[in-house]
């Protein structure tokens, strides 16, 4: 397991908190805490957690994939008792009638990397290194998982409450069917889903995910990005924010562009709505030949355009750092004119940057709305 330790104990611990935070702009601190707090009960009461690469997965009957859902705001809000994972896990094996054999994060950026060492360590199961994702996106479909093929569901929830949800759907409906279900469980759940085998899950799962946030977390400010092989685009100064006038003018095709009836057939909008509106942030590079960058974001950067050229684009991730020491990444909604940064991009997983890890990415399914067959 190159670059990876053999398990995560109370101090790797500490490593992976300090490197999940690396890629995770707008982090909240106090859920962060939470979740580290979590992680770390876990693990001094049940002791290390075994890390498995892919290449050990040979064999395994069932892994299932471990993430936060909801508000992670809502986590600090609503303190979990900490058997929510064990209860989730325990649910989804009842339902499949076989016992998990391995955890894996959906991603590991911020809380979901500390949930999942506390899963596996909670229900004694080994932690695989690496992810769903390779990166954050915003929609429980939105996974390598689902390019392989692999359906979310079924799924359990498990509520702070004490309650237990199991959904089965038809591929495409999990995130319509859970959403609703996270503010009646107090704004927040953990979702155990995505169960497949072994050999499935080391053949679309994104590698050594894991092993690269514990080594930034052991890394120099001037280093913290180094894991995942940065390409720079610019270093300069915001030198202005937009916000589109109307709400509904979404150049990205990620909201819905005209009125749709939520109770009438096909309810569901065209595109997945996100908790965020269109944003561009205009940035003037002070080194090298002065170019004019435009950032577009909606959740996150989509595209860069340096002087009106195309010079990045989702799936990749377009991160806006800090020009100070701690180089870390501001988020989209909190960028403000004057402020020094450096603009880089870290490579999608290369099923991102299939047309089907394309359309996913962007869209959130894997066929265009019209192209579904219809059934009888």
């Known amino acids: 397991m190159t670059g990876a330790p053999a398990q995560v104990d109370a101090a790797v611990l500490e490593q992976l908190a300090a490197g999940s935070l690396v890629l995770a702009a707008g982090a909240a601190e106090s859920a962060f805490r939470v979740a580290l707090d979590w992680a770390r009960v876990s693990v001094a009461a049940h002791g290390p957690v075994r890390l498995l690469a892919p290449d050990e997965l040979s064999g ?7 993430t936060l859902v909801g508000s992670s705001a809502a986590l600090a809000e609503q303190l979990p008792t900490g058997a929510e994972t064990v209860r989730a896990v325990r649910a989804l094996e009842r339902l499949l009638g076989v016992r998990a054999d391995a955890v894996v994060a959906l991603n590991t950026a911020g809380e979901n990397a500390l949930l999942s060492v506390a899963a596996a360590a909670d ?11 390779g990166r954050v996106l915003p929609l429980l479909e939105q996974s390598t998982f689902t390019l392989a093929g692999v359906a979310a569901a079924p799924l359990a929830l498990a509520t702070p409450s004490g309650d237990v949800v199991v959904v089965e759907s038809a591929g495409g409906r999990v995130e319509d069917l859970v959403r609703p279900l996270v503010p009646a469980a107090g704004g927040w759940a953990v979702a155990v889903c995505y169960a497949m085998s072994g050999e499935v899950l080391a053949g679309s799962v994104v590698p050594g995910t894991v092993g690269r946030a514990i080594r930034a977390g052991t890394a120099r400010p001037r280093d913290l990005f180094a894991p995942w092989s940065p390409r720079r685009l610019c270093r300069g100064r915001i030198t202005a924010v937009e916000h589109p006038v109307d709400a509904q003018d979404d150049p990205y095709g990620y909201g819905p562009t005209e009125a749709y009836d939520p109770t009438g057939p096909g309810s569901a909008p065209p595109w997945p709505v996100l908790p965020s509106s269109p944003t561009s942030v205009l940035v003037a590079e002070t ?8 950032l577009e974001a909606h959740n996150e950067v989509l595209l860069a355009l340096a002087d009106g050229a195309p010079v990045a684009a989702a799936p990749d991730q377009i991160l ?10 501001l988020d989209v909604e909190r960028a403000v004119p004057g402020v020094e ?4 991009v870290i490579p999608a997983a290369p099923a991102w940057h299939t047309p089907e890890g394309r359309r996913l990415a962007r869209t959130g399914v894997l066929d265009p709305p019209g192209t579904e067959e219809e059934s009888w």
Request: aromatic share 2%; with cysteine; hydrophobic share 40%.
């Open 341 to 344: 940064v450096e603009v880089v």
């Open 320 to 329: 806006i750092l800090s020009a100070s020491a701690d180089r870390r990444v």
């Open 123 to 133: 229900c004694g199961l080994p932690l695989v290194d690496g992810d769903g994702c």
């Open 60 to 66: 395994l009957r069932l892994c299932v994939t471990v």
């Open 287 to 294: 080194e090298g030949i002065g170019r004019h960058f435009r």
